[in-house]
């Protein structure tokens, strides 16, 4: 008998969050601070499955580590975007040469900066990326910033407050989807159980989507912030999950390119070669399963 799948889990992927605190499925749990760790942590076998935005197993993959795809959310435009205050002189994105950006560097807000500099026809190098922080919305504030990539209920609470806008919005730039992803021997050997954590997350995401507020509460009382922010930013997230197919790596494989051309990764990377068929076919036949059973239908 296999011994259970070993999930990883962090305050920035909200599927993983609530899967397991929800009794949805067989699984060992590992919680640990962030999701640019993830990969490491995969190769290293101390997780089975972890789940990030789109950059950190872009920046896996171009290390040499050997990722597989699990499966992924509907775009996430709302997750958060580059913002500046209503007086900023900053009024596009070629306004920020020689300005500080402050975000998460290496999550997802490291492709839409990328994204966004790269359209705009400024280096990556022309603007100074600074870690993001709890006291970065009050930096911009004093005008030490030119720009903030917030996210989740910080994003809400600066916009909704009128304290910042967006500089851009985030669904011009990338999808920005939830990203699951696992290493290769698993993909190969336990792909009947990947498909169960897939449909599991899909589950997790429909208590979620039912019970809003109890979510927030929760999210609000493990990782702190207010929980009409956290209901606000739950409601606006989709919560699907898709198998691996084309629309999803030629959107990745658009993100990888753009990482490599600015000089982010240290190679470019062809994202097909992170996937594996079999396990897209196992997924998909698992998450059918799942949605049949949600609505009613007989289940094949």
Same mark, same amino acid.
Do not use: C
């Given at each position: 008998?296999?011994?259970? #799948?070993?999930?990883?889990?962090?305050? +920035? +992927?909200?599927?993983?969050?609530?899967?397991?605190? =929800?009794?949805? #499925?067989?699984?060992?749990? &590992?919680?640990? @601070?962030?999701?640019?760790?993830?990969? /490491? &942590? &995969?190769?290293?076998?101390?997780?089975?499955?972890?789940?990030?935005?789109?950059?950190?197993?872009? @920046?896996?993959?171009?290390?040499?580590?050997?990722?597989?795809?699990?499966?992924?959310?509907?775009?996430?435009?709302?997750?958060?975007?580059?913002?500046?205050?209503?007086?900023?002189?900053?009024? *596009?994105?070629?306004?920020?040469?020689?300005?500080?950006?402050?975000?998460?560097?290496?999550?997802? %807000?490291? &492709?839409?900066?990328?994204?966004?500099?790269?359209?705009?026809?400024?280096?990556?190098?022309?603007?100074? /990326?600074?870690?993001?922080?709890?006291? @970065?919305?009050? %930096?911009?504030?004093?005008?030490? =910033?030119?720009?903030?990539?917030? %996210?989740?209920?910080?994003?809400?609470?600066? *916009?909704?407050?009128? !304290?910042?806008?967006?500089? #851009?919005?985030?669904?011009?730039?990338?999808? +920005?989807? @939830?990203?699951?992803? *696992?290493?290769?021997?698993?993909?190969?050997?336990?792909?009947?159980?990947?498909?169960?954590?897939?449909?599991?997350?899909?589950?997790?995401?429909?208590?979620?989507?039912? +019970?809003?507020?109890?979510?927030?509460?929760?999210?609000?009382?493990?990782?702190?912030?207010?929980?009409?922010?956290?209901?606000?930013?739950?409601?606006?997230?989709?919560?699907?999950?898709?198998?691996?197919?084309? !629309?999803?790596?030629?959107?990745?494989?658009?993100?990888?390119?753009?990482?490599?051309?600015?000089?982010?990764?240290?190679?470019?990377?062809?994202?097909?070669?992170? *996937?594996?068929?079999? =396990?897209?076919?196992?997924?998909?036949?698992?998450?059918?399963?799942?949605? !049949?059973?949600?609505?009613?239908?007989?289940?094949?």
């Amino acid at each position: 008998m296999s011994t259970p #799948i070993k999930i990883g889990v962090h305050p +920035n +992927n909200p599927a993983l969050f609530f899967l397991s605190h =929800l009794d949805l #499925i067989d699984a060992q749990w &590992l919680r640990y @601070s962030g999701g640019t760790t993830t990969g /490491a &942590l &995969l190769v290293d076998g101390t997780i089975d499955v972890g789940g990030t935005g789109a950059t950190p197993p872009i @920046s896996d993959q171009a290390s040499g580590k050997d990722i597989v795809y699990l499966a992924a959310s509907d775009p996430r435009p709302a997750h958060g975007t580059l913002l500046v205050t209503p007086d900023s002189d900053v009024k *596009t994105v070629a306004d920020l040469r020689g300005r500080k950006v402050a975000l998460g560097i290496g999550s997802w %807000q490291t &492709l839409l900066l990328a994204t966004a500099l790269d359209r705009a026809g400024v280096g990556f190098d022309e603007v100074i /990326a600074v870690p993001s922080g709890e006291d @970065s919305l009050a %930096q911009l504030q004093a005008g030490e =910033l030119g720009a903030w990539i917030g %996210q989740g209920p910080q994003h809400v609470e600066a *916009t909704r407050s009128g !304290a910042a806008v967006e500089l #851009i919005p985030a669904s011009e730039l990338i999808a +920005n989807p @939830s990203v699951w992803f *696992t290493r290769r021997d698993v993909a190969r050997e336990r792909a009947d159980e990947l498909a169960v954590v897939a449909g599991a997350l899909e589950d997790a995401g429909a208590w979620v989507q039912a +019970n809003p507020r109890a979510a927030a509460e929760l999210y609000a009382r493990e990782e702190g912030g207010s929980a009409d922010a956290w209901e606000a930013f739950l409601s606006a997230i989709p919560w699907t999950v898709n198998p691996i197919g084309d !629309a999803f790596t030629d959107e990745q494989q658009r993100g990888a390119d753009i990482l490599a051309r600015v000089g982010f990764i240290e190679r470019a990377v062809r994202i097909a070669d992170a *996937t594996e068929p079999a =396990l897209a076919d196992a997924v998909a036949a698992g998450l059918t399963k799942v949605r !049949a059973r949600r609505e009613g239908a007989p289940v094949a």
